[in-house]
């Protein structure tokens, strides 16, 4: 049986087991995968992350913004998963915003990472 | 909540005496015919922005808009000599469209020397002049001079590259903006070009649209989950501090919390870690404060959102902005632009600011969005005429009043033109 390579710097080892899911570069993969997941799988995901939450944030927050070491990258992409899933669990309660009916908003451009 | 005091008329709306109180129709957003009328009489005589200058950075930086409300494709270009152009996208041989990739209705934008058609190949310069014919003298004395891109009007302020249909515009764009909008002439919007972008297609027309956009009227009721459950207020009001018209152009102000002095159970938990949400980043690198941007002394000043007619919206927070715009495709239906634009991230802190407030601006757009399609199916409803043509706006929903209104001005004036003189 082979081992993944880890994905995320060491002192975040205990969150590999998010990272194949939630280290999601672009805001449309991270908005389909919050539509697409289970709300219970939602909050393994926010309940887990939520204490090292902010140390996480500084922790990235130590590197220049366009030189991330790769393993800080995919750190910066759960913690972009994190706010996502944060407002449906913190404001909606459900993966979808209320009253959004069949609205669609696609964002289109962002700066990276 | 405070009280901000009122003109002394007693109202704002009645401070615009012609604005009346009375309750509104909003045919002007249902009819077909109307939005016929519209498209001439405001999207082709009113000056529209299309892009900002940091999109056209060098000499033959160009975009494509397609404008299905004046039904037109646009290429805007930068020149040799800097100056930003705007030329139909037409080759003036056979009328192929000039510029586009991979499929002809969507917008493109890149950088390059020359524009040649993929039909002939006949090929324009970066001013629109015609430079190349394939086998010129199988022509019929064609004069390569008489046949130049179409131009359309363009001009830029404060980096906004506005374009205008008309055959000759009755003002130009400072006039047009007027003293209200150009008092934000040194408002250092270049600064701030950290961009998330955003594009829907929505089911409401969009004058609807930006009526959600125009007053706070409905934030408590519709957007109740801005504030957490646990101390939301059942019957939460909110009151704008000022209001102001121009022209056609409208501005509203609202105060402003200092987000890090709420008691904590104010925030949600995403927003104290972060430090950022609904109001944007806490904190934001300091920025010029221009004279018109609290044109009514609003203490402490959270934003003002100027409406530029017809379909621009500029919403500034401290050391930051949102821009919207609403592009109509049919009396019911329009697609919306939006962007929040942040002095550029210089930590990945900052970055993640950015992020936070882009993914709520989606959140609570997506219930305007969501909700106005209801709107414009009942305002709709009805065979020949509406069910019901008379709605009450009240004071905090003046800008609505005064949108409409000034949609069927700029129609009436239009038709009045048309019309035969009497004897």
Same mark, same amino acid.
């Given at each position: 049986?082979?081992?993944?390579?880890?994905?995320?710097?060491?002192?975040?080892?205990?969150?590999?087991?998010?990272?194949?899911?939630?280290?999601?570069?672009?805001?449309?993969?991270?908005?389909?995968?919050?539509?697409?997941?289970?709300?219970?799988?939602?909050?393994?995901?926010?309940?887990?992350?939520?204490?090292?939450?902010?140390?996480?944030?500084?922790?990235?927050?130590?590197?220049?913004?366009?030189?991330?070491?790769?393993?800080?990258?995919?750190?910066?992409?759960?913690?972009?998963?994190?706010?996502?899933?944060?407002?449906?669990?913190?404001?909606?309660?459900?993966?979808?915003?209320?009253?959004?009916?069949?609205?669609?908003?696609?964002?289109?451009?962002?700066?990276?990472? | 909540?405070?009280?901000?005091?009122?003109?002394?008329?007693?109202?704002?709306?009645?401070?615009?005496?012609?604005?009346?109180?009375?309750?509104?129709?909003?045919?002007?957003?249902?009819?077909?015919?109307?939005?016929?009328?519209?498209?001439?009489?405001?999207?082709?005589?009113?000056?529209?922005?299309?892009?900002?200058?940091?999109?056209?950075?060098?000499?033959?930086?160009?975009?494509?808009?397609?404008?299905?409300?004046?039904?037109?494709?646009?290429?805007?270009?930068?020149?040799?000599?800097?100056?930003?152009?705007?030329?139909?996208?037409?080759?003036?041989?056979?009328?192929?469209?000039?510029?586009?990739?991979?499929?002809?209705?969507?917008?493109?934008?890149?950088?390059?020397?020359?524009?040649?058609?993929?039909?002939?190949?006949?090929?324009?310069?970066?001013?629109?002049?015609?430079?190349?014919?394939?086998?010129?003298?199988?022509?019929?004395?064609?004069?390569?001079?008489?046949?130049?891109?179409?131009?359309?009007?363009?001009?830029?302020?404060?980096?906004?590259?506005?374009?205008?249909?008309?055959?000759?515009?009755?003002?130009?764009?400072?006039?047009?903006?007027?003293?209200?909008?150009?008092?934000?002439?040194?408002?250092?919007?270049?600064?701030?070009?950290?961009?998330?972008?955003?594009?829907?297609?929505?089911?409401? #027309?969009?004058? &609807? +649209?930006?009526?959600?956009?125009?007053?706070? =009227? *409905?934030?408590?009721? @519709?957007?109740?989950?801005?504030? $957490?459950?646990?101390?939301?207020?059942?019957?939460?009001?909110?009151?704008?501090?000022?209001?102001?018209?121009?022209?056609?152009?409208?501005?509203?102000?609202?105060?402003?919390?200092?987000?890090?002095?709420?008691?904590?159970?104010?925030?949600?938990?995403?927003?104290?870690?972060?430090?950022?949400?609904?109001?944007?980043?806490?904190?934001?690198?300091?920025?010029?404060?221009?004279?018109?941007?609290?044109?009514?002394?609003?203490?402490?000043?959270?934003?003002? #959102?100027?409406? &530029? +007619?017809?379909?621009?919206?500029?919403?500034? =927070? *401290?050391?930051?902005? @949102?821009?919207?715009?609403?592009? $109509?495709?049919?009396?019911?239906?329009?697609?919306?632009?939006?962007?929040?634009?942040?002095?550029?991230?210089?930590?990945?802190?900052?970055?993640?600011?950015?992020?936070?407030?882009?993914?709520?601006?989606?959140?609570?757009?997506?219930?305007?969005?969501?909700?106005?399609?209801?709107?414009?199916?009942?305002?709709?409803?009805?065979?020949?005429?509406?069910?019901?043509?008379?709605?009450?706006?009240?004071?905090?929903?003046?800008?609505?009043?005064?949108?409409?209104?000034?949609?069927?001005?700029?129609?009436?004036?239009?038709?009045?033109?048309?019309?035969?003189?009497?004897?």
């Amino acid at each position: 049986m082979t081992v993944a390579e880890p994905k995320l710097p060491g002192a975040f080892a205990e969150f590999e087991r998010f990272a194949e899911k939630w280290c999601l570069a672009t805001e449309p993969d991270r908005w389909q995968m919050r539509l697409s997941t289970p709300m219970g799988e939602i909050h393994e995901f926010y309940d887990a992350f939520t204490p090292r939450f902010e140390e996480a944030i500084d922790y990235c927050d130590k590197f220049p913004l366009d030189e991330l070491p790769e393993d800080v990258l995919n750190l910066l992409h759960l913690i972009y998963s994190m706010i996502m899933v944060s407002m449906a669990v913190e404001v909606f309660g459900t993966q979808k915003p209320a009253d959004s009916a069949d609205a669609v908003i696609d964002r289109v451009g962002a700066p990276v990472p | 909540m405070a009280k901000w005091p009122k003109p002394v008329e007693g109202s704002w709306t009645q401070h615009y005496p012609d604005l009346g109180t009375g309750p509104v129709s909003f045919r002007d957003s249902t009819s077909p015919e109307f939005y016929e009328l519209e498209r001439e009489a405001i999207f082709k005589r009113a000056w529209l922005n299309v892009a900002r200058v940091e999109e056209l950075p060098r000499a033959g930086s160009y975009l494509t808009k397609e404008i299905e409300v004046a039904k037109t494709s646009v290429i805007v270009v930068k020149g040799r000599d800097e100056q930003i152009r705007a030329f139909h996208n037409i080759c003036r041989h056979r009328g192929n469209k000039l510029v586009w990739n991979d499929y002809p209705n969507e917008e493109v934008k890149g950088t390059c020397r020359q524009f040649t058609c993929k039909y002939h190949g006949w090929r324009y310069n970066l001013t629109g002049d015609l430079t190349f014919v394939q086998q010129p003298g199988e022509f019929f004395g064609l004069d390569e001079k008489d046949y130049g891109l179409a131009p359309v009007h363009c001009d830029v302020w404060n980096g906004f590259v506005f374009i205008n249909f008309d055959r000759e515009p009755r003002q130009t764009l400072r006039e047009f903006l007027g003293p209200m909008i150009t008092a934000l002439d040194d408002y250092p919007f270049e600064s701030m070009t950290e961009r998330y972008d955003f594009v829907a297609h929505n089911n409401s #027309n969009w004058k &609807i +649209f930006a009526d959600a956009f125009q007053e706070y =009227y *409905h934030v408590p009721s @519709l957007h109740s989950q801005q504030v $957490p459950s646990a101390v939301r207020q059942p019957n939460a009001t909110f009151e704008c501090g000022h209001f102001q018209i121009d022209g056609p152009h409208r501005l509203v102000s609202t105060a402003g919390t200092r987000r890090w002095l709420l008691a904590p159970e104010y925030m949600y938990p995403v927003e104290r870690v972060t430090r950022s949400g609904l109001v944007g980043p806490w904190r934001t690198p300091e920025t010029h404060q221009s004279a018109g941007l609290n044109p009514g002394g609003i203490e402490p000043w959270g934003i003002t #959102n100027f409406q &530029i +007619f017809p379909n621009l919206e500029i919403l500034i =927070y *401290h050391g930051w902005y @949102l821009l919207y715009r609403y592009w $109509p495709t049919s009396h019911s239906t329009h697609k919306f632009e939006a962007y929040n634009a942040f002095h550029p991230a210089r930590t990945v802190r900052e970055r993640i600011e950015h992020e936070v407030a882009s993914v709520v601006l989606k959140e609570f757009a997506l219930q305007d969005a969501g909700m106005l399609g209801g709107t414009q199916a009942a305002l709709e409803y009805g065979l020949d005429e509406p069910i019901v043509d008379d709605y009450p706006l009240n004071d905090q929903e003046i800008l609505v009043r005064h949108l409409h209104k000034t949609a069927v001005d700029w129609v009436e004036e239009y038709q009045n033109e048309r019309r035969p003189v009497g004897v």
